[in-house]
C-alpha cells in the first residue's frame, strides 16, 4: 500500500533499550519511566508533568494554568470569550466566521 506523498511518521529509537516512538514527548517518558533516564535540556511542568524542549515553551503552556483573566488578555469581539494566546483566538474567529457562511459542508458541527 502506498502513502500519499509528504505523510511520513518520525520514528525515535530509546538509545537503551529497542523500542521505537513516534514523538520525542512519548521517548522522553520512556526513557524516565522505563530506565530512570533524565532528559536534561526537558523543562517540566509542575503541575501537569509536561515536558517541553524549551524554557518558553513552558512559560507559554504555563497559562493554560493560570485561571486569572490577567492570563486571558486576547478577548473576542463576538462573544467575549477570552484567550491567553492570539493565535487561538484567532482559531476561535474562524468558528465564528463559517457560522456567517450559509454552506452546510462548513458550518456541519460533526466537521472539525
Known amino acids: 500500500m502506498q ?3 509528504g505523510v511520513s ?16 514527548r512519548t521517548l522522553t517518558r520512556h526513557r524516565r ?3 530512570g533516564t533524565e532528559v ?3 523543562y517540566y511542568c509542575r503541575i501537569c508533568n509536561r515536558c517541553f524542549p524549551k524554557i518558553s515553551l513552558l512559560r507559554r503552556h504555563n497559562l493554560v494554568h493560570d485561571p486569572s483573566e ?3 488578555p486576547y478577548q ?14 484567532k482559531l476561535h474567529m474562524d468558528i465564528h466566521a463559517r457560522k456567517d457562511i450559509d454552506d452546510p459542508v462548513l458550518t456541519n458541527p460533526k466537521c472539525p
Open 9 to 24: 511518521k518520525a520514528v525515535l529509537d530509546c538509545p537503551e533499550c529497542s523500542c521505537v516512538f513516534a514523538s520525542r
Open 40 to 42: 536534561y535540556s526537558a
Open 76 to 89: 473576542c469581539s463576538r462573544c467575549f470569550k477570552r484567550f491567553n494566546l492570539k493565535s487561538t483566538l
Open 70 to 72: 490577567s492570563s486571558k
Open 33 to 35: 519511566e522505563a530506565h
Open 3 to 5: 502513502h500519499p506523498i
